[in-house]
């Protein structure tokens, strides 16, 4: 059993930041990549940002120069900067990684953490 517990959410005005966090634990032999998506009411989820476990960071234009992902052993970090009203959403880590034992690619999701930026 893998756990992803998300923190770091909350209410900003544009223009601040926040730093949203990611702690997995479990039956992880090796993360594969980690990510970050957001989801507002009556979209689809979207990828945000990607983490793979070479370092190679990929982010969705919207974001870019703004948003910095990072991790650390069994965290993954979503650092955001000069926030806009429209980066207002429920924000979900996920990450791909080799279960201990089997070494199955399996993937798992934390349980979002909501981002308001207000105008």
């Known amino acids: 059993q893998v756990q992803l517990v998300e923190s770091g959410g909350g209410l900003v005005q544009a223009g601040e930041s926040l730093r949203l966090s990611c702690a997995a634990s479990g039956n992880i032999f090796k993360i594969n990549t980690m990510a970050w998506y957001r989801q507002v009411p009556g979209k689809q989820r979207e990828l945000v940002a990607t983490?793979?476990?070479?370092?190679t960071t990929n982010y969705i234009d919207p974001v870019k120069g703004r948003f910095t992902i990072s991790g650390d052993k069994n965290t993954v970090n979503l650092q955001m900067n000069s926030l806009k009203p429209e980066d207002t959403a429920v924000y979900y880590c996920?990450?791909?990684?080799?279960?201990?034992?089997?070494?199955?690619?399996?993937?798992?999701w934390g349980q979002g953490t909501q981002v308001t930026v207000s105008s």
């Open positions: 983490l793979s476990s070479g370092g």
């Open positions: 996920k990450i791909q990684y080799y279960s201990t034992g089997t070494y199955d690619v399996l993937q798992t």
